[in-house]
């Protein structure tokens, strides 16, 4: 388990003191896939970095395993270092080492008490590159080298993996088979997942839980469905505009339908039974890690509107007004 308690970070400069970090309180759990989302300058490396021990929070602790991260302490630095694995937007592979090398040293620096060939070839194998072991990185594509780049951040069987824009670098489809082999890691490893990065999507596609930041603060600390159904913080409702349904038309509702509801015949049932009508204006879908949810935005007509409401709500569809 991670703990942050109270961590601020200040950047005092001739005249003032800039705030990178205030007052963040964050608890990670084993085995979360986290999203840290925000904008450039929200302060999520700031927030990675204190993390991994990179550098030290102006006030506030970090505590891992209910350990307090002291970094004037050796064997706390070292407890840290076993605990976390680390991948990055470019990667940072050692160009002149082989695919082999580059997954062999953190070994070599941990001083792998076990067989170190046959941990880098498991390792090899579950990233998926196998026929790669002898080759360099520049002769790597971008999504090979962050598969080196996972092999290496999981040699020493870290419980946590941070991932910082780690594939922001990457095209859409590489990207995507990036967060398919770490979620594919997650269920083999139970490793927890943070990862850090300003794309909706990605948090979509990898996450349960998004920390959103702004201003160096947590605005918002939720699972990802109720990013998506009910955004609290401005920069999530700002992050989700590429997603809204956009009408100048009034009296819609919003429904939103689950994975349980979504083959029953609910919407026309409720019209059969409370004589309405119902006008669909637009509808999509949405594929999170574990469920797809399904938006439809209607305007009803009829006079037992509010029972067909009533209805719906008790068969598990959510209603909001939305225009
Ligand atoms: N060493 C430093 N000295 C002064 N200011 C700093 C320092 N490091 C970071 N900052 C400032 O802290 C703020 C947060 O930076 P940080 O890199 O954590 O944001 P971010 O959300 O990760 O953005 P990005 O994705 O662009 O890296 C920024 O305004 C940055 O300029």
Redesign the pocket.
């Known amino acids: 388990m991670i703990e942050l308690k109270h961590i601020s970070k200040s ?1 005092p400069n001739k005249k003032t003191t ?1 705030h ?1 970090l205030e007052d963040v309180n964050l608890t990670i759990q084993p085995g979360e896939i986290v999203g840290i989302l ?1 904008y ?7 927030l990675v970095r204190i993390i991994n021990g990179l550098i030290e929070p102006s006030k506030g602790v970090v505590s891992i395993d209910g350990h307090d991260l002291d970094l004037h302490k050796q064997q706390a630095i070292d407890r840290m270092r076993h605990t976390i694995g680390m991948i990055f937007q470019h990667f940072n592979l050692i160009h002149s080492m082989t695919v082999y090398d580059n997954i062999k040293l953190p070994l070599d620096i941990a001083k792998y008490p076990q067989d170190k060939d046959k941990r880098i070839l498991e390792l090899l194998s579950l990233v998926g590159l196998s026929d790669k072991k002898d080759m360099y990185p520049k002769s790597l594509s971008g999504g090979e080298r962050q598969r080196v780049g996972i092999a290496r951040a999981l040699a020493n069987h870290p419980k946590v993996l941070l991932c910082d ?1 780690a594939t922001s670098a990457l095209d859409q489809k590489t990207a995507t088979d990036i967060l398919d082999l770490l979620k594919q890691i997650h269920q083999q490893t139970g490793v927890t997942i943070v990862f850090i990065t ?1 794309q909706i999507e990605v948090v979509k596609a990898l996450c349960d839980r998004v920390v959103v930041m702004d201003g160096g603060r947590i605005v918002e600390d939720t699972p990802i469905k109720d990013l998506f159904v009910h955004p609290q913080s401005e920069v999530s409702k700002s992050l989700l505009q590429t997603f809204k349904y956009e009408t100048t038309e009034s009296d819609i509702y919003e429904l939103v339908y689950n994975h349980k509801n979504s083959n029953d015949t609910i919407l026309s049932d409720c019209i059969k039974q409370f004589h309405i009508d119902v006008n669909i204006k637009y509808a999509k879908t949405l594929a999170l890690k574990s469920e797809t949810i399904g938006f439809l935005y209607v305007q009803f007509f009829g006079q037992q509107t509010e029972d067909a409401i009533a209805y719906l709500k008790a068969h598990q569809v959510e209603v909001n007004r939305y225009a």
């Open positions: 950047y800039f990178a925000g450039s300058g929200a302060g999520k490396s700031t824009e300003h």
